[in-house]
């Protein structure tokens, strides 16, 4: 079997004395989509936040495709392979497409001097041909020289996608990737999403939409309390008590 692309084991995080997620354990097999879900302060955020180095760990590890990033600072982090999308989509509205792309590779530049390529004086840059080429392959080819501000949200939730890819990231953490999108764009989301993954992209995916989450995850992980509750595909963990016990009181499934 290969190596998982993330592996949490044990985590534990308080904060002023509330332990907001307990002894977690799970798994996220590589090229897969898997979901994480639970009731509002259930604790996802602050696993996206733990995984992404935005917060210490007060106990446990997180390993990313085998290495141990558990004390890794976040730009370390990133460069091992974990991105994360929030829901405020952050990129520059006054740039065009291709210029978001340029910047969020930079983060792969090595050294100083290549972090300084001055990409807009070389026309052909490799960067700038791997980000036209990533823009085609995900059907949003016609938008590289548009400037993002004027672009419809869907499209620019799915340029965010292209960005954290070409940054180099292969385990992907969405916020609530669906959130604020109509019906044609959900589905182009879907559709983008299920594509990295066949390309071998990992995801690990907060979401409120069961339906998207059913579209897109094999396996599904229901906190409660900063504690794992439930693992395992949609249709079985929303039969289990606990979950349902869970979700009573709340407006959503
Ligand atoms: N920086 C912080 N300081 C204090 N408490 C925090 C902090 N971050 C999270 N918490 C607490 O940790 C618990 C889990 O919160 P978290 O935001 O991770 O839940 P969530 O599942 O993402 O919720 P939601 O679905 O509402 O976004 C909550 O009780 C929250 O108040």
Known sequence: MSTPALVLSGLEKSFAGVRA?????????????????????????TVFNLVSGVYGVDGGSIHVNGTDVTRLPSRRRIRAGVARSFQNIRL????????NLLVGQHVRASSLAAL???YRIIPNH????????ALEESGLGQYAD?????????????????????????????????AGLNPSETNALRDHLNALAARGL????????????????E??????????IAEGRLSDVRKDPKVREAYIGTDEE
């Open 21 to 45: 997620i307990r002894n977690l354990s799970f798994t996220v097999p590589k090229g897969r989509a898997t979901a994480l879900i639970g009731p509002n302060g259930a604790g996802k955020t």
């Open 126 to 133: 490799r960067w700038k041909r791997e980000a036209r080429a």
């Open 202 to 217: 990992t995801l690990l995916i907060v979401e409120h939409d069961m339906h998207f989450v059913d579209s897109i995850c």
């Open 219 to 228: 396996n599904v992980v229901v906190l409660n309390f900063g504690e794992k």
């Open 116 to 118: 300084l390529t001055p």
């Open 92 to 99: 520059m509205p006054h740039l065009s497409v291709l210029e």
């Open 146 to 178: 548009e400037t993002v501000g004027a672009l419809p949200y869907g499209v620019r939730k799915r340029i965010d996608l292209v960005r954290a890819t070409l940054a180099g990231a292969d385990v992907l953490m969405l916020d609530e990737p669906a």
